[in-house]
């Protein structure tokens, strides 16, 4: 396998906290880089999470509004 590399440029997070479940969304763009090109990743990060005891467990993700651009290595 190959080593990725995130960048989060844009950081725009809604948070609905509760005593027993917490919901947070975010923009992000990232940028994979491979031996035979590069592609930037575009679109939103959904997550829910859920309170057991003492921790928070993710309990659902959605990537929405994707886009993809990928760029041949010259």
């Given at each position: ?56 467990i ?17």
């Open positions: 396998g190959g080593e990725h590399e995130m960048f989060v440029v844009q950081f725009d997070a809604e948070h609905r906290s509760g005593k027993h479940h917490c919901n947070c969304a975010f923009h992000f763009n990232m940028l994979y880089e491979r031996p035979a090109y590069r592609e930037l990743s575009q679109g939103r990060d959904m997550w829910v999470f859920h309170r057991q005891q003492d921790r928070w993710a309990v659902w993700r959605a990537m929405i509004e994707l886009s993809a651009d990928r760029v041949p290595k010259q």
